[in-house]
C-alpha cells in the first residue's frame, strides 16, 4: 500500500513521514515537468517538421482579373535556426492537358530564390529571409502566385496543412459579370471528396462587392479547409 511505501521511504531518507509525504510530492512534480518537456518537444516535431509553423494565413483569391491569382499573407514562427523557408502550392489538372505554370511575386518580407516541380501537380517555392530568425522569433512575409490566363482551375480553393496552422481566413473575389450560382465552406474534408463541385449544407453568401469569406481555427492537418463553388 501506499502509506506501507512512504513510511518505508521516511526510513530511508531518515526523516519523518510527513516529510517523506512532502518528498514524494516534489517528485511527482519534477517527473511531470519532464513529461511534459518530452511531450512539448515531440509535438514540436511533428507540428513543425521543416523548422516553422504558420500562426496565421491570409489568402485574398482574385478571379476578377485576366488570370487566377492568389494573394497569401504567412505569419510564422521558427522551432529552429531558420533563413529559408518552403511554400507549396498544387494545381490538380487532367493527365492529358498541359500543367499550367504557376510564377510567385513577392510583396514583402523575404526573396524568391528557387522554383521546384517535385510532382505532376505541386509546384514549391524557396524563399529566403531577410535575416536569419531564432526558435520563437516570428516573421511575416507574402507572396501573390499566378496561374496562366489559359489555365483550367478548378472550382475551389482549399489549404490542405501538411503540419500547423493556428489560423487560415480565405477571401474570394468574383468577377462581377460572372459569379456563382453557389458557394460552400469547406471545414475539415478528406481531400477527394471536394474534386467534384457540389452544392453543399454549410451554404457561404457572395456579397455586394462579389466577395465571399471563410475562416477556420487550428485547421487539422492533411484535411481540406476553403471554399468550393460552381458557375
Known amino acids: 500500500y501506499f502509506g ?17 509525504l512532502r518528498r514524494i510530492d516534489e ?25 516553422w509553423y504558420v500562426t496565421e494565413l491570409r489568402t485574398l483569391y482574385r478571379l476578377d482579373g485576366t488570370t487566377p491569382e492568389a494573394h497569401e499573407h504567412r505569419r510564422i514562427v521558427a522551432v529552429q535556426a531558420l533563413s529559408e523557408v518552403q511554400v507549396a502550392l498544387d494545381v490538380p489538372h487532367d493527365r492529358n492537358s498541359q500543367r499550367p505554370r504557376l510564377t510567385a511575386e513577392v510583396l514583402y518580407g523575404r526573396r524568391l530564390v528557387r522554383r521546384d516541380e517535385p510532382s505532376r501537380t505541386r509546384t514549391q517555392f524557396v524563399v529566403r529571409l531577410p535575416s536569419p530568425l531564432l526558435p520563437g522569433q516570428s516573421h511575416e512575409f507574402a507572396l501573390v502566385l499566378r496561374a496562366p490566363a489559359a489555365a483550367e482551375m478548378r472550382p475551389h480553393y482549399i489549404l490542405t496543412p501538411e503540419w500547423q496552422c493556428d489560423a487560415f481566413d480565405l477571401r474570394v473575389r468574383f468577377a ?5 450560382a453557389w458557394v460552400r465552406r469547406v471545414d475539415g474534408e478528406p481531400v477527394r471528396t471536394f474534386d467534384d463541385a457540389r452544392p453543399g449544407t454549410d451554404p457561404v453568401t ?14 487539422a492537418p492533411h484535411l481540406g479547409y476553403g471554399l468550393q463553388w460552381q458557375f
Do not use: K
Request: charged share 30%; net charge positive; hydrophobic share 40%.
Open 4 to 20: 506501507d511505501r512512504a513510511a518505508w521511504l521516511a526510513g530511508q531518507i531518515d526523516r519523518d513521514y510527513r516529510t517523506a
Open 206 to 219: 457572395v456579397d455586394a462587392a462579389g466577395e465571399a469569406r471563410a475562416s477556420f481555427n487550428r485547421p
Open 27 to 51: 517528485a511527482q512534480l519534477m517527473l511531470a515537468e519532464e513529461i511534459s518537456r518530452e511531450l512539448s518537444h515531440l509535438r514540436g516535431r511533428s507540428a513543425a517538421p521543416h523548422g
Open 176 to 180: 462581377p459579370g460572372r459569379l456563382p
